[in-house]
């Protein structure tokens, strides 16, 4: 039980292009979805916390203006990088709490954004 | 702000040999989770300690969580290649919940 999925698992596009990635829980509902970003050779990164039915709420220093963040259901989330830069490519990976649970996340496999 | 730090950054050991991570974290938390990632990978969870003096033990690995002093260990017993990773702890805030990860522990066991 609790997988998350994300979709899709890499994506290559051009710069000044928007890309949006979704996060789904398969088995489970989900409330509270997170997503972080990982630079190579770094540690994960909060980015914003997206509550069902309400606007994400973002970590200092992330412009929701670029990132988009949309959890219109219990089981989706889904962000939307606009006008990609080359400096936005990295490893963006979900992960999504189980509602009523104690706090642990369940964490998607991650989509690797390379931006040209 | 938040600090979430590991000791050591990287590490590398002989298959065999007994070795221990450090997690302080400067926060007042009583939740934390160990995860390991492979290249490439998303996170595979390891450990979730919800509580003071909380010990969990997986095979070769141990951790253990101290909120008194907000440090939590991973301790690596006769380490053998296949645990070759970067193993990240993560604290988790009230109320959101939110996770602040550690920098990371790169480690290489070599035979």
């Known amino acids: 039980g609790a997988v998350v999925s994300q979709h899709p698992s890499w994506v290559i596009c051009k710069s000044g292009t928007s890309v949006k990635i979704e996060c789904r829980s398969l088995d489970f509902q989900a409330t509270t979805m997170f997503w972080y970003r990982q630079f190579p050779k770094q540690s994960l990164m909060l980015m914003a916390t997206?509550?069902?039915?309400?606007?994400?709420?973002?970590e200092q220093g992330v412009e929701k203006d670029k990132f988009l963040i949309n959890h219109a259901s219990l089981t989706l989330s889904t962000l939307t990088v606009t006008s990609a830069h080359p400096e936005d490519s990295s490893f963006y990976i979900c992960?999504?709490?189980?509602?009523?649970?104690?706090?642990?996340?369940?964490f998607g496999p991650g989509t690797r954004l390379t931006v040209l | 702000e938040l600090k979430v730090e590991q000791n050591p950054l990287f590490l590398s050991m002989q298959e065999g040999k007994n070795y221990t991570i450090y997690c302080n974290y400067s926060t007042t938390s009583d939740r934390l989770y160990w995860y390991r990632q492979d290249p490439g990978k998303s996170l595979e969870s390891l450990f979730v300690?919800?509580?003071?003096?909380a010990v969990k033990q997986e095979g070769r690995l141990m951790a253990s969580l101290d909120t008194k002093a907000r440090l939590s260990t991973l301790h690596i017993t006769a380490a053998v290649h296949d645990l070759s990773a970067t193993y990240f702890c993560?604290?988790?805030?009230?109320?959101?919940?939110?996770?602040?990860f550690g920098t990371g522990t790169s480690l290489t066991v070599i035979p």
């Open positions: 993560a604290v988790d805030t009230r109320p959101g919940n939110q996770f602040y």
């Open positions: 992960s999504a709490r189980l509602a009523g649970g104690p706090g642990e996340q369940f």
């Open positions: 300690l919800l509580s003071n003096g």
């Open positions: 997206s509550n069902e039915g309400s606007k994400a709420t973002y």
